[in-house]
């Protein structure tokens, strides 16, 4: 008979390779936007005057100063984290063995308020009767997910 027992730990982080330029902002042509429409419509666009600090209506209609705002990434990515734990109980005979196993996965998306929670429980035997061997399996499996991104190319 034997038991055992596996754990790992595993952090996460997006790599951000930008370079975002810190020096002008969005506009058309060196202007900036002057109402909300016109804020929605240059977002897009990276035409617009130096930052001077100046308060510029923005894309919610909210009057905010017209600077550089940070790395868009780091302010929403978090460190995510995965906590996988395994505990199994196997034996055998002379003609037969048997392992019980049970797993569970925890993830902490690096995208906000997104997880996973698996929950793995599984049978295997085997035996022999002769010159007949026979062999079972069998698992369960539970997954719980909370906001699963969507994923694409």
Same mark, same amino acid.
């Given at each position: ?85 395994? $505990?199994?109980? #196997?034996?055998?005979? %002379?003609?037969? !063995?048997? +392992? ?35 062999? $079972?399996?069998? #698992?369960?499996?539970? %997954?719980?997910? !909370?906001? +699963? ?5």
């Amino acid at each position: 008979m034997a038991l055992e027992y596996q754990s790992n730990f595993v952090l996460e982080r997006i790599i951000n390779q930008r370079d975002y330029q810190q020096e002008y902002g969005s506009g058309d042509f060196g202007s900036k936007p002057i109402n909300q429409a016109q804020a929605l419509e240059f977002g897009i666009l990276s035409y617009g005057p130096r930052y001077d600090s100046t308060p510029v209506i923005q894309f919610d209609g909210v009057e905010r100063p017209y600077s550089y705002a940070g790395d868009p990434y780091k302010a929403f990515f978090r460190t995510g984290s995965t906590w996988t734990n395994t $505990l199994g109980f #196997s034996g055998a005979g %002379e003609y037969h !063995q048997f +392992r019980l196993g049970a797993t569970r996965l925890q993830n902490n998306s690096i995208i906000p308020n997104a997880g996973l929670k698996r929950t793995t429980i599984s049978a295997n035997t085997n035996a022999q009767f002769g010159r007949l061997k026979v062999g $079972l399996f069998g #698992s369960f499996v539970r %997954e719980q997910t !909370q906001n +699963r991104p969507i994923l694409s190319d």
